[in-house]
């Protein structure tokens, strides 16, 4: 069964300290991974997508990476702002069928960015 | 462009009614989903459109729940007759070919 897990579920750090959140999945034939940001109230928007042959990829002060071999992926936020609070959602596409359309996706990781 | 338009925001019924959610994809995107929000469950995908085909309905959870692309402009989920677990964010998103999928403000469903 195609399963993607996240951890921590929660977190709570300090402005501008640095956090990474965790995703193990079991999805295959792979296809792509995606992290989201979702705001309280607002559907998710897409951070970063990473494909087989990608290990690390950046989007500002979030960095993703990709080890395919052990099939864990990790989101590294750099001097986290109030804005960062959010959940960030794992997504990764494939699945039996081979069809990069089916994503699975992880439960979140709430994040809350106290001052 | 406005991004996915989705209406209503807000939907409070009763139980044994119908409720029919609407989407507008972006502009020119010619892939189409659907999913669902809870706390207990995450995000699940309920049915993926390309070219107003449908192509996924395996994550359709029962026959109350029914799904129209008419055109490539707009999408319809129906829930009939819905039932209180059936209480969620519901978000549409549409993307072009194999890009970023952009999704809609959401749904919020309650019913009583």
């Known amino acids: 069964k195609n399963q993607v897990e996240q951890s921590p579920q929660s977190l709570i750090i300090l402005e501008g300290k640095n956090c990474t959140l965790q995703?193990?999945?079991?999805?295959?034939?792979?296809?792509?991974l995606r992290w989201y940001k979702q705001d309280t109230g607002r559907g998710p928007v897409s951070l970063t997508i990473?494909?087989?042959?990608?290990n690390t990829k950046s989007n500002g002060r979030y960095t993703a990476t990709l080890d395919a071999d052990t099939k864990q992926s990790s989101l590294h936020i750099t001097a986290s702002q109030l804005s960062d609070s959010a959940s960030y959602i794992c997504?990764?596409?494939?699945?039996?069928?081979?069809?990069?359309?089916?994503?699975?996706f992880g439960r979140g990781t709430s994040l809350i960015v106290h001052p | 462009d406005a991004g996915v338009i989705q209406s209503p925001r807000h939907e409070v019924t009763e139980m044994g009614q119908e409720v029919t959610l609407r989407c507008k994809p972006i502009?020119?995107?010619?892939?189409l989903f659907w999913y669902r929000q809870t706390m207990m469950r995450g995000l699940e995908l309920l049915i993926y459109?390309?070219?107003?085909?449908?192509?996924?309905d395996s994550g359709m959870p029962e026959d109350r729940f029914s799904a129209k692309m008419p055109n490539a402009s707009f999408s319809t989920l129906k829930i009939q007759p819905s039932e209180p677990r059936d209480s969620a964010v519901y978000f549409c998103?549409?993307?072009?070919?194999?890009?970023?999928?952009?999704f809609g403000p959401g749904t919020r469903l309650t019913v009583l």
């Open positions: 995703c193990n999945y079991t999805v295959s034939p792979f296809s792509n």
């Open positions: 990473m494909t087989f042959s990608e």
């Open positions: 502009s020119g995107h010619n892939s």
């Open positions: 998103a549409s993307k072009f070919s194999t890009d970023t999928q952009y």
């Open positions: 997504v990764v596409s494939g699945g039996a069928s081979g069809g990069s359309y089916i994503p699975t």
């Open positions: 459109f390309n070219n107003n085909v449908p192509i996924d």
